[in-house]
């Protein structure tokens, strides 16, 4: 039987002793340390191919716009078309977290990421998988969840993707 974090007799764990982020109000300013931390946890989740219940508690649903190569999605539903197609396109995945540069932004924070991104594609009837790296430039607006003040992701822009040497292309 797994072990139970040390808690509550009831087995609940506070936000510091589960890991989780404290609350805040929906107003508070979120840093740079909390956007980072959201950052690793999207990436992380992105090169697991982790449950789609998993990932969409990183993004606002109301509101949420992803722009990508792909295409521009909206809402849980338009992610969960997007996360779908490219969880059987790619594999091997790895995100490697470059830069993050926050700026305050009313009720939000406007970010500026850099990642590394490689991963694996095998297109039938092709008898080898191709490498893909890429170094991706985005921004993101960071607000706060309505639920519980946690930072999450409600704009998502993929403006360039550099290929590294010796990638095959998109």
């Known amino acids: 039987m797994p072990k139970r974090p040390a808690g509550a007799a009831d087995g609940s764990v506070s936000g510091a002793a589960s890991g989780a982020a404290p609350r805040a109000a929906a ?3 979120i840093d740079e340390r909390a956007v980072r931390a959201l950052a690793e ?7 697991r191919h982790a449950e789609l219940t998993e990932v969409t508690r990183l993004l606002v649903d109301d ?3 992803l722009r990508f190569p792909e295409g521009t999605f909206r809402g849980h539903q338009g992610f969960a078309r997007w996360y779908e197609a490219v969880c ?6 790895r995100h490697s977290l470059v830069g993050v540069r926050c ?11 850099r990642v590394d991104w490689q991963a694996r594609r095998w297109q039938p009837p092709a008898a080898r998988s191709e490498w893909l ?3 991706a430039h985005q921004s993101w607006l960071v607000a706060r969840g309505p639920d519980d003040g946690a930072p999450r992701i409600r704009t998502y822009v993929c ?5 590294m040497p010796g990638s095959a292309a998109l």
Do not use: K
């Open 27 to 29: 107003g508070e300013p």
């Open 41 to 47: 946890q999207w990436y992380a989740a992105l090169d």
């Open 63 to 65: 509101g949420l716009e």
């Open 88 to 93: 059987r396109r790619f594999f091997d995945e």
């Open 103 to 113: 700026t305050a932004a009313g009720t939000g924070t406007l970010v500026e990421v």
């Open 133 to 135: 790296g890429f170094r």
């Open 159 to 163: 403006h360039a993707l550099e290929p």
